[in-house]
């Protein structure tokens, strides 16, 4: 069964400050990382997808990186209106028919001005 | 271009009841996926249709049932509603079967509460 555990499960930082968030998974092979990110009363957004080890992804302040067991998110020099809680997910490629995503239960960031 | 509309936003139900959940996809994507997200949790899988045909579905009971119509839209249905079917059921939709490669859209959801 595919296990994603993100961590912290909160975090608050000063407008500036750089941080990471983590991510780690269990699959039987990864077919893909995901990352979204979800505002208070939205669905999630997509920010990257990640498919191999050694793999990085940039986005605005935002960069992705992969290695076989756990994947960060980077946030450099963040804003307020980067406060929103950060969901990483798993695709495996069991091939036994169902498509879904696995979802971690997010890191809910905080950036205060 | 419109992205994934779900309705209704809110909707308030009674132990035991039936609800049906609505979906349009954005414009030419043909799969559709279904997610529940429990407050404080991250979204979790219940379907998935592609050209109308069940392609994937989560480890949900029987009382969970979806169906695709020819226009790609879907309907989310759940029989028997219990006080823990309280969430947001979130609809996410993508041009291609296997989204690993052309990654998920998602809706803002339906938020179902049940009393």
């Known amino acids: 069964e595919d296990q994603v555990t993100q961590s912290p499960e909160a975090l608050r930082l000063q407008e500036g400050e750089s941080s990471s968030l983590n991510c780690s998974y269990t699959?039987?092979?990864?077919?893909?990382l995901f990352w979204y990110r979800q505002d208070p009363g939205k669905g999630p957004e997509f920010l990257f997808t990640?498919?191999?080890a050694g793999e990085e992804k940039e986005k605005e302040r935002l960069k992705a990186t992969l290695t076989k067991k756990e994947s960060f998110l980077h946030i450099t020099a963040p804003k307020p209106e980067d406060s929103a809680t950060y969901l990483c997910?798993?695709?495996?490629?069991?091939?036994?028919?169902?498509?879904?995503?696995?979802f971690g239960k997010g890191t809910h960031l905080i950036i205060q001005p | 271009d419109a992205g994934v509309t779900q309705s209704p936003t809110h909707l308030i139900k009674t132990r035991g009841q039936h609800v049906t959940l609505r979906c349009s996809p954005i414009?030419?994507?043909?799969?559709v996926s279904w997610y529940q997200q429990v407050l404080g949790q991250g979204p979790q899988f219940i379907f998935q249709?592609?050209?109308?045909?069940?392609?994937g579905r989560g480890n949900f009971p029987d009382r969970f049932s979806a169906r695709q119509f020819p226009n790609y839209s879907s309907e989310l249905n759940v029989n028997a509603l219990l006080l823990g079917d309280s969430a947001l059921y979130l609809c996410?939709?993508?041009?291609?079967?296997?989204?690993?490669?052309?990654?998920?859209?998602f809706g803002n959801g339906t938020r179902l509460t049940v009393t």
């Open positions: 996410a939709s993508s041009p291609l079967w296997r989204s690993y490669n052309s990654p998920l859209h």
């Open positions: 699959v039987s092979g990864l077919r893909g």
């Open positions: 990640l498919y191999s």
């Open positions: 997910a798993v695709q495996d490629d069991s091939g036994g028919g169902a498509d879904g995503l696995t």
């Open positions: 414009s030419g994507h043909k799969s």
């Open positions: 249709y592609y050209e109308k045909e069940e392609r």
